[in-house]
T-cell receptor, first 114, second 116 residues
Framework: DQQVKQNSPSLSVQEGRISILNCDYT??????FLWYKKYPAEGPTFLIS?????DKNEDGRFTVFLNKSAKHLSLHIVPSQPGDSAVYFC?????????????FGKGNQVVVIP | NAGVTQTPKFQVLKTGQSMTLQCAQD?????MSWYRQDPGMGLRLIHY???????DQGEVPNGYNVSRSTTEDFPLRLLSAAPSQTSVYFC???????????????FGPGTRLTVL
């Protein structure tokens, strides 16, 4: 049973516009959330994270918003650049799990059109 | 720092063959893990280890064995390969979060395995 869900598997956006990726989770024990970015033929790389004690975390062009009551988080990329074209994975973890275990969503393909 | 390295990059096996996927990291990370990525399935955890001599099962452990004799290395063994194990395999490592959070995991470049 998928505990981290990413719908809308692909997104196309014009360069300079905003990209919004959504992620829903079902396990209320999750308390730490991460976004990873993956280029073809490479491993995923960490992008940004947020703890459940916050509702927003910003790092340059990337902002993650967390709505705990809705069990929903989103990643905003502003402005989108062609180099942002990649697959983005949402991941979640729980302190009670311990040991850095992560549950991943299926990923969203983002294509930024120059 | 080489980070996380994986060998081989590509491998083709016949059903029933065995092989070992190698993973090494030079960051002195305690935590290491193996994931598989299948189309439309995201990354699923196979096995993980929190230190030398300690391993545990993840979400999809069947058909795979692991051992952790050193901090640096975490090989994944396929005992008798099956077509269902055709996938891309990623190894990852990280420090273990000290404040109850999850420390950033660093992924290797992956091994693309095809089982005929």
């Amino acid at each position: 049973d998928q505990q981290v869900k990413q719908n809308s598997p692909s997104l196309s956006v014009q360069e300079g516009r905003i990209s919004i990726l959504n992620c829903d989770y079902t396990n209320s024990m999750f308390d730490y959330f991460l976004w990873y970015k993956k280029y073809p033929a490479e491993g995923p790389t960490f992008l940004i994270s947020i703890s459940s004690i916050k509702d927003k975390n910003e790092d340059g062009r990337f902002t993650v918003f967390l709505n705990k009551s809705a069990k929903h988080l989103s990643l905003h990329i502003v402005p989108s650049q062609p180099g942002d074209s990649a697959v983005y994975f949402c991941a979640a973890s729980a302190v009670l799990w311990g040991n850095n275990r992560l549950a991943f969503g299926k990923g969203n393909q983002v294509v930024v059109i120059p | 720092n080489a980070g996380v390295t994986q060998t081989p990059k590509f491998q083709v096996l016949k059903t029933g063959q065995s092989m070992t996927l190698q993973c090494a990291q030079d960051m002195n990370h305690e935590y290491m893990s193996w994931y598989r990525q299948d189309p439309g399935m995201g990354l699923r955890l196979i096995h993980y280890s929190v230190g030398a001599g300690i391993t545990d099962q993840g979400e999809v452990p069947n058909g795979y064995n692991v051992s952790r004799s050193t901090t640096e290395d975490f090989p994944l063994r396929l005992l008798s390969a099956a077509p269902s194990q055709t996938s891309v395999y990623f190894c990852a490592s990280s420090y273990i979060g000290t404040s109850g959070g999850t420390d950033t995991q660093y992924f290797g470049p992956g091994t693309r395995l095809t089982v005929l």
